[in-house]
């Protein structure tokens, strides 16, 4: 069984084609868009304790200019954190994330998964950067 569902590679496909690698990438909306064709609840922040059923959330963690020419950036790069949490494993909901956000131009480099006895939670933590196209910006 593919990872990714046919209806969710066309829902990718529509995301993509909204978002401009560009200075007006709404880089909040992109990543909470690609997040959520999993069907799962997402928002930018932490833990939801509200929230009982899986959800998923996002921070930045940090970003910095690169890729200079001429005393300018060209680029920005962007370090975000994708937690998932949920009173279950999802193993295999992570994956999909990973694959989602990969699809969309994000590169994984690091993972941790915990389960918290305390809480009786499974957090599921994946860390991503991103690179945008900040050309032309003064």
């Known amino acids: 069984m593919a990872l990714l569902s046919e209806k969710e590679k066309e829902q990718l496909n529509r995301v993509l084609a909204e978002y401009p690698n560009s200075e007006d990438l709404d880089l909040t909306a992109f990543i909470a868009e690609v997040i959520g064709i999993t069907g799962v609840h997402t928002e930018e922040g932490w833990y939801n304790q509200n929230i009982n059923d899986t959800h998923i959330t996002f ?25 998932i949490w949920s009173k279950e494993d999802c193993f295999r909901l992570k ?17 941790n998964d915990q389960y918290e006895v305390e809480t009786g939670i499974y957090h599921k933590a994946a860390r991503f950067y991103f690179s945008m196209n900040v050309e032309g910006e003064n």
């Open 59 to 83: 921070y930045f963690m940090s970003d910095e200019d690169i890729d200079f020419s001429e005393d300018t950036n060209e680029n920005e790069e962007y370090y975000i954190q994708v937690d």
């Open 95 to 111: 994956k999909k994330v990973k694959k989602l956000l990969k699809k969309a131009g994000f590169t994984y480099f690091t993972g």
